[in-house]
Structure formats: C-alpha cells, structure tokens
C-alpha cells in the first residue's frame, strides 16, 4: 500500500522558515514527478513545485526565490524548503508522487501557518 506522509507544517510569523517532508512508503514502483500543492480556505488548490526525476524544478510565480523543493529518489522523499514566509502562504500543503503510469498518490496533507 502506497503512503505519503508530510511532516514539518507548523505556525510561523512571516518572514520565517519552515520545511515540509514527504515520505513516500511501499512505493513499488519508479516514480518520476514529486511535487507539492496547497489549497488555501476558499481558494483552488494550486501547484507550489515539482521536480521531476531528471532533477528539473518548476515553482509556482507565488513562491520563486522563496521556496525550494528537492528530493532524494534512494529514500523516496520530497521535500520543500520555504524562507521568507508570507502570511499569503497559509494553506494545508499536500505532497503527491506521480507513477510513470500516470496514477498519482497523495499524502494527507499538513498545515502551515504564517501570521503578521
């Protein structure tokens, strides 16, 4: 059974830094997008960043300069540094994994909390 787990969301006063985990468990097979996604209270869930397995980065305009998502493919994980937090950046911020199936796997979600 495939699991993603985020870790790492919290409450932090803007201009701070957090970094989100995802560990991604019982993967059976390659995978080869990580990426994250938030959906703030009203709004559309939207794509933060992705790295795909050739280490190639996207970031949503919201978040360049400011957050940097890596992985590391011999533990399965991704994660997703993010400085200079604003309170726009509040969200529950959901990692997924795509197979290069096309099937797509979500984790459960974690909180972030940026405050004035």
């Known amino acids: 059974q495939v699991q993603l787990v985020e870790s790492g969301g919290g409450l932090v006063q803007a201009g701070g830094s957090l970094r989100l985990s995802c560990a991604a468990s019982g993967i059976m097979f390659s995978i080869d997008v990580m990426g994250w996604y938030r959906q703030a209270p009203g709004k559309q869930r939207e794509l933060v960043a992705v790295?795909?397995?050739?280490?190639?980065?996207s970031y949503a305009d919201s978040v360049k300069g400011r957050f940097t998502i890596s992985r590391d493919n011999a533990k399965n994980t991704v994660c997703l540094q993010m400085n200079s937090l604003k309170p726009e950046d509040t969200a529950v911020y959901s990692c997924?994994?795509?197979?290069?199936?096309?099937?797509?796997?979500w984790g459960q979600g974690t909180q972030v909390t940026v405050t004035s």
């Open positions: 790295v795909t397995s050739g280490g190639s980065t």
């Open positions: 997924r994994i795509r197979a290069g199936t096309g099937s797509n796997y």
